[in-house]
């Protein structure tokens, strides 16, 4: 028998096993969600670690570059952590998740922050162009209630605390951040569009508000509202929208074995920025509700506070804040 031949043989006799890879993944899923039969069912994990290995490695020199090759390396990766993983600790996992899953995960969305961060930043750029040569334009983006106010002279954030509590405000400016966070990522799973739409949409109108307070002479004002809170709100838009295109992207391209199998990694993956974004918005909500509308509040005191809280978000996302270790690849 020839090699080509040899190979084909290798080849048929692997594909062969198919049906015991796709038992040994079942099993590793259910073991790793707690979900196992009996003792029995356990123990064969390790039996399926070394038939996954093994067959593994006959599969990348066979057949580098298929799909085959993905699903085991999926297959044989979830083995493991089933087969190694210790007790489940809440303090221990979310430390974990803070020093080294977190800075893993904003790595490997570093691509997409920089393309939502620049398709944001571009948005209010043209928001800002379009209405102050077009001024009657505004109307596209604000209320008349907002509209007529800027021109009276004074911004609709006025005198906001004699109306609403700071600790009610906060609660609903920290809910209605959470909705829009959560409505940027969801939206990028419609391949990738709905985040154009969403930094879009919300930088036209930011860059068009500004403009038209800037027409009426209310732009430090508006900034000196926006600063304190805006840095970290803001940039948490864009990492929301940059994860929910990640997903967009595993729909389009699929790096897995499989479609749904794609989508069901990059949400995994992208969903755990989204707990550092809600602890953000936690802080951006008490800083919009307690500093923001505080007219005691100097001018260098919102600059100081948010500047500080956006070099506290950098800390958060590179693991630093809570003591990052070692680096450690995506699981």
């Known amino acids: 028998m020839n090699g080509s031949a040899r190979q084909r043989a290798l080849t048929v006799s692997l594909l062969q096993r198919a049906d015991l890879w796709r038992q040994a993944d079942r099993r590793a899923r259910r073991l790793a969600?707690?979900?196992?039969?009996?003792?029995?069912d356990a123990t064969r994990l390790a039996d399926d670690y070394r038939l996954l290995a093994h067959d593994l490695a006959r599969v990348r020199v066979l057949m580098p570059d298929s799909r085959t090759r993905e699903f085991l390396e999926a297959a044989y990766a979830r083995a493991h952590a089933t087969l190694h993983h210790g007790a489940w600790r809440i303090g221990s996992a979310v430390l974990t998740l803070l020093r080294e899953e977190l800075p893993a995960v904003v790595r490997w969305l570093s691509p997409y922050i920089l393309w939502s961060t620049a398709i944001f930043a571009l948005a209010v750029i043209g928001g800002y162009a379009l209405v102050w040569r077009y001024p009657e334009l505004i109307a596209l983006f604000a209320s008349p209630d907002l509209i007529a106010s800027v021109e009276r002279g004074q911004l609709w954030t006025e005198?906001?605390?004699?109306?609403?509590?700071s600790s009610v405000l906060s609660v609903q400016i920290l809910a209605n951040n959470i909705v829009v966070s959560l409505f940027a990522y969801c939206a990028g799973?419609?391949?990738g569009l709905g985040t154009l739409y969403i930094l879009g949409l919300n930088g036209l109108m930011l860059g068009a508000v500004f403009a038209f307070v800037s027409l009426h002479g209310l732009r430090a004002q508006l900034l000196a509202f926006i600063v304190a809170h805006?840095?970290?709100e803001l940039s948490v838009m864009c990492l929301s929208g940059a994860a929910g295109a990640a997903v967009g992207e595993a729909l389009i391209r699929p790096a897995q074995a499989g479609r749904i199998e794609s989508f069901r990694v990059a949400a995994l993956r992208s969903g755990k920025l989204l707990f550092a974004c809600a602890l953000l918005l936690v802080g951006s909500g008490m800083l919009e509700?307690?500093?923001?509308p505080n007219p005691r509040f100097a001018l260098w005191a919102r600059v100081a506070i948010g500047v500080s809280y956006w070099l506290v978000m950098i800390a958060l996302l590179s693991g630093w804040l809570f003591g990052?270790?070692?680096?450690?690849?995506?699981p």
């Open 33 to 40: 969600r707690g979900r196992g039969d009996d003792a029995a």
């Open 230 to 232: 805006g840095c970290v």
């Open 324 to 330: 990052r270790r070692a680096r450690r690849a995506l």
């Open 289 to 292: 509700g307690y500093v923001s």
């Open 189 to 191: 799973f419609l391949f």
């Open 159 to 165: 005198g906001l605390l004699n109306i609403v509590p």
